[in-house]
């Protein structure tokens, strides 16, 4: 049969991509891009170093990223995105906008990272008290809180899992205990960091459970690199892409009035336990897939994981 009446693929804009050397959700990304959008992924080169805030500074030096957009010029996308939480925020704010100009500099395209789009999504939703979760140790936690603290936010509660690797395995049921887990002060928002963690499904159940806008890192670097194109991101009801749901059940207010006046804390610490497996159980009365999709028990997760000193958990 002759095709050639159809004149060929229709035009497409291109979103490159500079995501760290262990990074494994690929797929993910593509799901908030619109048809008319292709991502040209590339990646950093491999170091022997696990999730850390040592890592972190390597696969964001100047250079590394120089190198990784020139290679992306080659496809000449629209806009380049650094997609990596840890490394745009382990600088701090002026680091963060150093990158950006190193990118800007290396390709003359418009640039942005995942800690930029994290700011900038929250100032969207009008959000200056966030929840936080992540998959990483202590110590790179801490360093996201401070990013924050420099861009005006606070951190009224936080759950962690002490990972430095195989992060890509975590089960959708870990993410939803450590939200449960972190959710106290009366935040505006959750943010889920890491762009090895998979967040797409999980947003739009726990938006509904919590009663607030649910971001994730994948999910702002998304947004914010179609939005310097004209593109919007496309997902099921989420707050930061679609103002009916910021206006639903992500707008009310119910869940501050119902957290228990004991659990105002500035941070949460999980014990040892939430190390191993995710966040602690949240309570006798209430069991963790009430109200969740039957998908969010299954996951890969795998152990031992290791802990800040970098030997395993146990």
Same mark, same amino acid.
């Given at each position: 049969? @002759?095709?050639?009446?159809?004149?060929?693929?229709?035009?497409?804009?291109?979103?490159?991509?500079?995501?760290?050397? +262990?990074?494994?959700?690929?797929?993910?990304?593509?799901?908030?891009?619109? @048809?008319?959008? =292709?991502?040209?992924?590339?990646?950093?080169?491999?170091?022997?170093?696990?999730?850390?805030?040592?890592?972190?500074?390597?696969?964001?030096?100047?250079?590394?990223?120089?190198? %990784?957009?020139?290679?992306?010029?080659?496809?000449?996308?629209?806009?380049?995105?650094?997609?990596?939480?840890?490394?745009?925020?382990?600088?701090?704010?002026?680091?963060?906008?150093?990158?950006?100009? $190193?990118?800007?500099?290396?390709?003359?395209?418009?640039?942005?990272?995942? =800690? &930029? %789009?994290?700011?900038?999504?929250?100032?969207?939703?009008? $959000?200056?008290?966030?929840?936080?979760?992540?998959?990483?140790?202590?110590?790179?936690? +801490? =360093?996201?809180?401070?990013y924050l603290g420099e861009g005006g936010i606070t951190v009224t509660g936080r759950a962690y899992l002490g990972l430095t690797r195989h992060i890509w395995k975590v089960p959708?049921?870990?993410?939803?205990?450590?939200?449960?887990?972190?959710?106290?002060?009366?935040?505006?928002?959750?943010?889920?960091?890491?762009?090895?963690?998979?967040?797409?499904?999980?947003?739009?159940?726990?938006?509904?459970?919590?009663?607030?806008?649910?971001?994730?890192?994948?999910?702002?670097?998304?947004? $914010?690199?179609?939005?310097?194109?004209?593109a919007q991101a496309v997902g099921p009801y989420q707050a930061l892409l679609d103002p009916v749901a910021r206006s639903g059940p992500a707008g009310m207010s119910a869940f501050s009035q119902s957290a228990p006046?004991?659990?105002?804390?500035?941070?949460?610490?999980? &014990?040892?336990?939430? %190390?191993?497996?995710?966040?602690?159980?949240?309570?006798?009365?209430? @069991?963790?897939?009430?109200?969740?999709?039957?998908?969010?028990?299954?996951?890969?997760?795998?152990?031992?994981?290791? @802990?800040?000193?970098?030997?395993?958990?146990?």
């Amino acid at each position: 049969m @002759d095709v050639s009446f159809l004149g060929g693929p229709q035009p497409q804009l291109g979103v490159g991509v500079v995501a760290p050397f +262990d990074f494994a959700l690929d797929r993910e990304l593509w799901r908030w891009v619109p @048809d008319e959008v =292709s991502l040209h992924l590339t990646r950093t080169p491999f170091v022997p170093v696990e999730v850390s805030l040592d890592l972190a500074r390597l696969v964001s030096e100047h250079e590394t990223l120089h190198e %990784a957009v020139r290679a992306l010029s080659a496809v000449a996308p629209e806009v380049v995105a650094y997609a990596c939480t840890s490394g745009s925020f382990v600088g701090g704010v002026a680091g963060e906008r150093a990158m950006c100009a $190193a990118m800007t500099h290396a390709g003359e395209l418009p640039s942005l990272t995942t =800690s &930029g %789009a994290l700011l900038e999504a929250l100032h969207e939703i009008g $959000a200056r008290r966030v929840a936080v979760v992540t998959p990483y140790t202590r110590s790179v936690t +801490d =360093s996201l809180g401070d990013y924050l603290g420099e861009g005006g936010i606070t951190v009224t509660g936080r759950a962690y899992l002490g990972l430095t690797r195989h992060i890509w395995k975590v089960p959708y049921r870990d993410v939803v205990d450590m939200a449960r887990e972190a959710v106290v002060g009366s935040p505006d928002a959750l943010f889920i960091s890491c762009t090895n963690l998979p967040t797409y499904d999980v947003i739009p159940q726990l938006e509904a459970e919590l009663r607030m806008p649910v971001l994730s890192a994948n999910q702002v670097t998304m947004w $914010a690199a179609l939005r310097r194109i004209g593109a919007q991101a496309v997902g099921p009801y989420q707050a930061l892409l679609d103002p009916v749901a910021r206006s639903g059940p992500a707008g009310m207010s119910a869940f501050s009035q119902s957290a228990p006046v004991a659990e105002q804390v500035a941070e949460v610490e999980p &014990g040892p336990e939430a %190390a191993l497996a995710g966040a602690a159980s949240p309570g006798p009365d209430l @069991d963790p897939g009430d109200g969740l999709d039957p998908g969010f028990a299954s996951g890969l997760g795998e152990g031992p994981y290791l @802990d800040d000193t970098g030997g395993p958990s146990v």
